[in-house]
């Protein structure tokens, strides 16, 4: 029902900051939650993000908040997130997800439909 393209993603410096963004197609994109996640190499699925339907609550795991800011626009049927002062750790592959119903849920096999990804590189 949902198509989810990421992009944005990169190589970038330690210090330096990208956008993402998570475009969809299909219907009732304002009736999801969205959540990013990474994965890096040998490392489980990672939830860092989250935002509600209408974009009124948002949540961040610890090792993001400050740094990143997650946020919507329901009628260009995206979601952005803003990646600041990146550091090498923060290396993955950064997918989009989708979740039916309005709020955030939590594991990786909560959520309905994914993006392909995008790869981001924070590397001197």
């Known amino acids: 029902q949902l198509q989810l393209v990421e992009s944005g993603g990169g190589l970038v410096q330690p210090g330096g900051s990208l956008r993402l963004s998570c475009t969809a197609s299909?219907?009732?994109?304002?009736?999801?939650?969205i959540g990013w996640f990474r994965q890096a190499p040998g490392k489980e699925r990672e939830g860092i993000s989250c935002?509600?339907?209408?974009?009124?609550?948002?949540n961040y795991i610890d090792s993001v908040k400050g740094r990143f800011t997650i946020s919507r626009d329901n009628a260009k049927s995206t979601v952005y997130l803003q990646m600041n002062s990146l550091k090498p750790e923060d290396t993955a592959v950064y997918y989009c997800?989708?979740?039916?119903?309005?709020?955030?849920?939590?594991?990786?096999?909560?959520?309905?439909?994914w993006g392909q990804g995008t790869q981001v590189t924070v590397s001197s």
């Open positions: 997800a989708a979740a039916a119903g309005a709020e955030c849920v939590g594991p990786p096999d909560e959520y309905d439909y």
């Open positions: 299909g219907s009732g994109f304002q009736l999801y939650a």
């Open positions: 935002i509600n339907n209408s974009g009124g609550s948002t």
